[in-house]
Nanobody, 117 residues
Framework: QVQLVESGGGLVQPGGSLRLSCAAS????????MGWYRQAPGKQRELVAT???????NYADSVKGRFTISRDNAKNTVYLQMNSLKPEDTGVYYC???????????WGQGTQVTVSS
């Protein structure tokens, strides 16, 4: 089992910044990937960004150039730096951990991000 604890959501004005963190514990071992997905009201959950244990990132086109994902393997923690936030970035952001060799993944409880003036 893997447990994921997210933090860092909140309310921010358009153009502002937020940093999300997600700490993983339990049966963590490479190779794996950690990342963030989001779900806006009335919409399906969508990929935001992921990063492998080897440090390879992947971004949704809608956040490229504005968001940066990083991870600290020693702390089993993934971060999402979100800059130039837009109202359409509003949603519940979920941390995800998955193994890349076997089909096994886990989700955090979600943290709300609201971009509004």
């Amino acid at each position: 089992q893997v447990q994921l604890v997210e933090s860092g959501g909140g309310l921010v004005q358009p153009g502002g910044s937020l940093r999300l963190s997600c700490a993983a514990s339990g049966r963590i071992f490479s190779p794996d990937a950690m990342g963030w997905y989001r779900q806006a009201p009335g919409k399906q959950r969508e990929l935001v960004a992921t990063i492998t244990s080897g440090g390879n990132p992947n971004y949704a086109d809608s956040v490229k150039g504005r968001f940066t994902i990083s991870r600290d393997n020693a702390k089993n923690t993934v971060y999402l730096q979100m800059n130039s936030l837009k109202p359409e970035d509003t949603g519940v952001y979920y941390c995800n951990y998955r193994r890349t060799v076997v089909p096994d993944e886990y989700w955090g409880q979600g943290t709300q991000v609201t971009v509004s003036s």
